[in-house]
C-alpha cells in the first residue's frame, strides 16, 4: 500500500512598503515561534537583519536559526529555494516567504502555489499607518502601495503611536475601501500574536459541548474553540467564519463534511481554503479561531 503524501507545508507570504516594518514583525514571530519550525524566504541577507541572537550559524545561502528554523537567501530563483526546504530533513512546519519593499506579495503567493508540496495560506501586509495614505497617493510609488494593499488577507497597521487616534482611525476607515477583503488588525512595535499571522495550532481536545464556544479574552483579541462531533457542512462553516461580521480573522481545524470526507479549513482575513485531509482517522470536528475584540478592556 502507498504511503499518504505528506500535508503540504503552509506558506504565508509577509509584505509591505520599504520601512513599514517587516523586519520586526519577522524577528517577533522567530523569537515566539511556539516550537515551529520556520523556515523564512528572502531575496537577500541583508535586506532583513534577522536580530544577531537568533543566529546560530551559517553555511552557504542558509542561516541556522534558534529552535529548528531557518533563514534562506533567493535571489532570482524562488521556485528552487522552495523545491530545497521541501526536501530539508526535517520538513519545516511553515515557510515565511518576505518579499522587497516594493515586491507584489500576491505575485508571491501566485508562484507558491505552482510548487508541489507547499500551499500558501495567507497574505500579510505590514502599512505604516502615518505614511500609508501619503505613499498611496505619490505618482511614482502609489500603484505598488495600493497592489500590496489588495493582496492582503491580513493587513497589520503598524506605527499607529506616531500616527495617532484620530489618523490611525482614519485609515482604517479608508482601507475598508481599499483592501474590502482583508482584515485591518492594529500591531504594537510589530508585535502581532504569532497565531494571528501564522495560524493557531490546534486545541487540545477538550470536553465541549457541539457547536460550543470556548473564548479566551486578550487585549484587542478573543480566542476561542468549536467543536463539532456530527458532520458539518465545511462549505457553510467557511462563510460563517469569512463573514465580516464574525470579527474572525485566523481560524484553523479539520471538521468532517457532510459527505464523509476529513477536510483541513483555514480561514485568514475573508478567505478560506479547504483541502482534503484523508490521513485524519478523527470523526469530530474542532475549529480554533482568532478573533478581533471590537471593545477591548
Not at 509584505?15 to 516550537?35: D, S, V
Not at 518579499?99 to 501566485?110: E, N, Q
Not at 470556548?214 to 462553516?237: K, N
Request: glycine letters at 10%; a negative charge; one cysteine or more.
Amino acid at each position: 500500500m502507498t504511503a499518504a503524501a505528506p500535508e503540504p507545508i503552509p506558506v504565508v507570504v509577509i509584505g509591505g512598503y520599504l520601512g513599514a516594518g517587516k523586519t520586526t514583525l519577522i524577528n517577533h514571530l522567530l523569537r515566539h515561534a511556539g516550537g515551529r519550525r520556520i523556515a523564512v524566504l528572502v531575496n537577500d541577507f541583508g535586506e532583513i537583519n534577522i536580530d544577531a541572537d537568533l543566529i546560530e550559524g551559517a553555511e552557504g545561502g542558509v542561516l541556522s536559526l534558534a529552535g529548528g528554523c531557518v533563514c534562506c537567501a533567493f535571489g532570482a530563483d524562488l521556485m528552487g529555494a522552495l523545491d530545497d526546504l521541501r526536501d530539508l530533513d526535517p520538513r519545516p512546519d511553515m515557510v515565511l516567504i518576505e518579499t522587497s519593499g516594493v515586491g507584489l506579495p500576491g505575485a508571491v503567493a501566485r508562484s507558491v502555489g505552482l510548487a508541489s508540496g507547499l500551499t500558501a495560506i495567507g497574505v500579510a501586509v505590514v502599512a505604516d499607518a502615518e505614511t500609508l495614505r501619503a505613499r498611496a497617493a505619490d505618482r511614482y510609488v502609489g500603484d505598488t502601495v495600493l497592489t500590496q494593499l489588495r493582496d492582503a488577507d491580513l493587513l497589520l497597521l503598524s506605527k499607529t503611536d506616531l500616527a495617532g487616534e484620530a489618523e490611525t482611525a482614519a485609515v482604517r476607515v479608508w482601507l475598508a475601501g481599499v483592501a474590502p477583503r482583508a482584515a485591518v488588525v492594529t500591531t504594537d512595535h510589530g508585535r502581532a500574536p504569532p497565531d494571528l499571522v501564522l495560524g493557531p495550532r490546534e486545541a487540545p481536545p477538550a470536553a465541549l459541548a457541539e457547536g460550543a464556544v470556548v473564548a479566551e479574552t486578550h487585549a484587542h483579541f478573543r480566542t476561542g474553540v468549536r467543536r463539532f462531533s456530527d458532520p458539518v457542512d465545511v462549505a457553510a462553516l467557511a462563510a460563517e467564519l469569512t463573514a465580516p461580521g464574525s470579527q474572525i480573522v485566523r481560524a484553523k481545524g479539520a471538521v468532517t463534511d457532510l459527505d464523509g470526507t476529513r477536510k483541513l479549513l483555514q480561514v485568514v482575513g475573508r478567505r478560506a481554503a479547504v483541502t482534503a485531509r484523508a490521513d485524519d482517522p478523527r470523526t469530530e470536528g474542532l475549529i480554533v479561531w482568532i478573533a478581533v475584540d471590537p471593545h477591548p478592556h
